[in-house]
C-alpha cells in the first residue's frame, strides 16, 4: 500500500490527480491524504469537495483529513511508500523542522518511523529563496527523495520549483528500491 498527499499548491492539482490515477493502477492500494487547506478551500482551480470526491473515486476510498486519522499511519498502516504531490513550501519547511500540525505532516512523520521511503513532489513559489536549504536538509534525511524539478518561468517567477509530474510513478519505482532519481534540477 502506498500513501498519497495532496497539499495546497492548486495549480498542480489537475497534474496530481493524473499521477494519482497511474499509481492507483500500478500499486492497487493508495490511501489517500489531503492537507488541511487542500481538504477545505475552495479556489478558481476547483472546489475542495470537488477534491475530495475525485480522490475518493480514484482511490476507492475518503481520504484522511484529520491528525487523528493521519496518526496510525507507520504504528498500525504500515506503507510502502508516500507521496507527497503537490508539496508546498509550507509543507517542506515543517518536514525539513520536524512539525506535526497537519494531516500530511503526520502521516510523514509517522510513515518515516518505519524507515521506508518519502516522495517529495515540489511545487513552491520559493523553493530558492526561503525554502532552498529545507531542500537542502531533506536531501539530506534518509529515505526522503524528491521527483525531479524545474524552474517552471524563470522571469515571473524566479525563485519558483515545481516537480516534473511526468517523472512522479518512475520515482516513486525509484524510491521503493532506495534510489533518488537523477538529475534532480532539470532544465526547462
Known amino acids: 500500500m502506498i500513501g498519497y498527499a495532496i497539499c495546497g499548491s492548486f495549480c498542480t492539482h489537475k497534474k496530481s490527480l493524473e499521477v494519482l490515477s497511474e499509481l492507483k493502477r500500478s500499486y ?5 491524504i489531503l ?6 478551500l475552495d479556489t478558481r482551480f476547483g472546489t475542495a469537495a470537488d477534491l475530495i470526491s475525485r480522490v475518493s473515486d480514484i482511490c476507492g476510498i475518503a481520504p484522511v483529513m484529520t491528525i487523528k486519522e493521519a496518526e496510525p499511519i507507520g504504528p498500525k498502516i504500515k506503507l510502502d511508500l508516500m507521496v507527497i504531490a503537490p508539496c ?11 512539525i506535526t500540525d497537519t494531516p ?14 518519502l516522495l517529495i513532489a515540489l511545487a513552491s513559489n520559493d523553493a530558492l529563496s526561503a525554502n532552498l ?10 529515505n526522503i ?5 524545474v524552474q517552471d518561468d524563470t522571469v515571473k517567477k524566479p525563485y519558483s520549483l515545481v516537480a516534473d509530474f511526468d517523472k512522479v510513478v518512475i520515482s516513486a519505482d525509484a524510491a521503493i528500491n532506495g534510489e533518488q532519481l537523477r538529475p534532480i534540477f532539470e532544465e526547462e
Open 133 to 142: 536549504s529545507n531542500i537542502g536538509l531533506l536531501m539530506n534525511r534518509k
Open 35 to 40: 492537507s488541511f487547506n487542500a481538504a477545505e
Open 28 to 32: 492497487v492500494d493508495v490511501l489517500p
Open 88 to 98: 508546498t513550501g509550507n509543507t517542506l519547511a515543517k518536514l525539513a523542522h520536524g
Open 104 to 117: 500530511v505532516t503526520m502521516a510523514a512523520k509517522a510513515h518515516l518511523r518505519n524507515g521506508r521511503p
Open 145 to 149: 527523495y524528491f521527483v525531479p524539478m
